[in-house]
């Protein structure tokens, strides 16, 4: 299928923290923030940015209206900032920031109406003008980044992380949302695969339920919790059948349904084979150099990756100071 090139990376990046990355896997960010400073990427993270809603948002707890009024909340401090590349850690952050931006771009009551309650407010600095933000150009992905840039990945190499089997599972709010704007396909999406193959450690290109969502649903995984882990179970069981050593997301929330409830799965289905889970800029930081613990983080992974590491030869220390890759 031929790539969608929908945007180039500028050097003015603002990285949009997740909720769950924070609370869940903080080695995401570190690892993210690692990756780009190796790159060259310039960023800023701004610490007034909110939450996108996304949790709320499923769980209906927050309308479509103030989802929209906090995006352009969000949005104009990246644009005050003179850094208003949108960049989100999580697909649920990149649907629905998109999403918001093409209402207030598209619905003029809506942003007549956002603008309205900000001047009524005392907040006329949040106001949104038609056009701030291309919801295409402007909000992108980290693995967009990684993927423009993943000839100079190469450059940093520090291990070799060739012997690897892995899977790529990419998030349905990346692939399925907003299709014009997802890269290398969303039938059989690629765009974590092609990241891959310029480490010399390539994905398998297809297995049984590829294209299939983690069963997270947010709200499903906690009001119906049997229901979420079935819909889980297909793709878990293919994942079994392959022998992968690394599941690679882009979300948090299909990490933690494929982490966090890996050994549930286990005992579920009665299939055991260990594999971890990984989100793509953990791998690419690991691949550069970074040290297991202060940046990938993997103290706070359900499923232990110190088996991983043994793989790859790597000696670390669980105090949070990876030593060296053991020389063939």
Known sequence: MEEIKKFIPTEKITLFRSCLVSAEYPGVEASTKY????LGVEYVIDRNQSCCTGL????????????????????????KNNHKQYVPMCATCYAILKTSAKNLNEKEDVREKINKAFRENG????????????????ITHVV??????????????????????????????????????????????????????????????????KPRHCGGGFRQR?????????????????LHR??????????????????????????????????AVLNIAQLVALYMGADSYKVLGIQTHTVNLEPLLD??????????DTLHVTEE
């Not at 907040?123 to 402007?138: A, C, H, R, V, W």
């Not at 009001?223 to 297909?234: E, I, M, P």
């Open 35 to 38: 990756v780009f400073d190796k």
């Open 56 to 79: 709320g948002h499923y769980y209906d707890i927050f309308d479509e209206l103030s989802t929209t009024a906090l995006a352009a909340r969000n949005f104009s401090y990246a644009i």
């Open 123 to 138: 907040l006329e600095e949040f106001q949104y003008t038609k056009g701030d933000i291309d919801p295409t150009n402007d």
């Open 144 to 209: 967009d980044v990684l993927y423009y840039l993943k000839d100079k990945i190469p450059e940093h190499k520090q291990r070799d992380i060739s012997g690897l089997n892995i899977a790529t599972h990419h998030g349905c709010h990346y692939c399925k949302v907003h299709y014009d704007d997802t890269l290398c396909g969303y039938r059989n999406p690629e765009v974590i695969d092609k990241i891959c193959e310029v480490m010399d450690s390539p994905a398998l290109k297809w297995y049984d339920q």
């Open 222 to 238: 906690y009001a119906n919790r049997d229901l979420s882990l079935d819909a889980t179970v297909d793709k878990f069981l293919s």
């Open 242 to 275: 392959e022998k992968i050593d690394v599941l690679l997301v882009m979300c948090p929330n299909c990490q933690v349904q494929f982490d966090r409830y890996q050994y549930v799965l286990e005992e579920k289905t009665g299939d055991k084979h260990y594999y």
């Open 311 to 320: 793989k790859l030869a790597i000696e670390y220390n669980p105090k949070g």
